[in-house]
């Protein structure tokens, strides 16, 4: 079995003390840090499927989530944001109701490396939080919102639709997950809208250069 191989196995297994020497042993085998992280959000997908499925249940998920979170810390440095100037402050958490983070803070750290000072405020964030962060962090250029579960997508165009109309300007609103469309993202009035961490990071240099 190769280096990534035993990754994704112990990830799928929720092993969390193995998994990040695992991640060590194949990066040193001359795995990419992106290839290695691909490869744990495939085991993600296949975690999802089997609890359609029901062959296992919410404690698989979560321990399968910490496990992949404690590898996702070893390949954090080599994602990390070079000396270019900052391009203001992001603002970034998981909407209201839904406690998703794995997602959410790989675009976050995708984002970092493209450049943003980021404000995380992690799951469960009410549309009232958002604006606070917005209003008490200085130089807050863009919010992104995620949200993974069809249930609280209401609670995302309850988020945009606050910060739009809470008065303060000169930021971008920019949304995603696995539920979220294109469509459903201009429909709610965000101003950007990416499928995955990397394209968030492009969009979200695009949304603030203009
Ligand atoms: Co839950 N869960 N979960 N879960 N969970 C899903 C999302 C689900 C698809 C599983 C399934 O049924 N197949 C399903 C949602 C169905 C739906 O609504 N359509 C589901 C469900 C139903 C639930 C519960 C309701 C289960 C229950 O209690 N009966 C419950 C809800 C709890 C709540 O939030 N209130 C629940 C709970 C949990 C755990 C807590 C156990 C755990 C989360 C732990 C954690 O995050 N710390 C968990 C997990 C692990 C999953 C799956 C298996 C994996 C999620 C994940 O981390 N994926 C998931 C199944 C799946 O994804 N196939 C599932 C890997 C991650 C890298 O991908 O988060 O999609 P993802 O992020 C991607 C993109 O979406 C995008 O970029 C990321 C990667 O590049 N992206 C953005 C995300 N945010 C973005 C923001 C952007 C741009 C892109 O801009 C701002």
Redesign the pocket.
């Known amino acids: 079995m190769s280096k990534i191989e035993e990754v994704k196995a112990m990830v799928e297994a929720g092993k969390s003390k193995v998994v990040p020497g695992l991640v060590q042993e194949a990066l040193a085998e001359g795995n990419s840090a992106d290839s290695i992280l691909q490869a744990m959000?495939a085991t993600?997908?296949v975690?999802?499927?089997k609890?359609?499925a029901g062959e296992i249940f919410?404690p698989e998920?979560?321990v399968?989530?910490k496990a992949?979170?404690k590898g996702v810390d070893v390949l954090k440095p080599h994602f990390s944001a070079d000396s270019r100037p900052s391009l203001g402050t992001c603002v970034?958490g998981t909407v209201a109701?839904?406690?998703?983070?794995?997602?959410?803070n790989?675009?976050a750290m995708m984002i970092e490396s493209a450049g943003f000072d980021v404000v995380n405020l992690g799951v469960d964030v009410s549309a009232a939080k958002f604006v606070e962060a917005v209003k008490e962090n200085k130089n807050v250029t863009l919010v992104?919102?995620?949200g993974?579960?069809?249930?609280t997508m209401p609670a995302m165009k309850e988020t945009v639709q606050t910060l739009k109309s809470c008065g303060e300007t000169g930021f971008k609103v920019?949304?995603?997950?696995?539920?979220v469309s294109p469509e459903y993202a201009a429909s709610i009035g965000a101003d950007g809208f990416?499928?995955?961490?990397?394209s968030?990071a492009v969009k979200a240099v695009e949304l603030v250069k203009g």
Do not use: E, Q, R
């Not at 990416?194 to 990397?198: E, V």
């Open positions: 959000i993600m997908g975690i999802g499927d609890f359609s919410v998920m979560l399968a989530a992949m979170a970034i109701g839904d406690l998703h983070d794995i997602g959410k790989l675009v992104a919102c995620s993974l579960l069809t249930t920019i949304v995603g997950g696995a539920p990416a499928p995955d961490a990397g968030a």
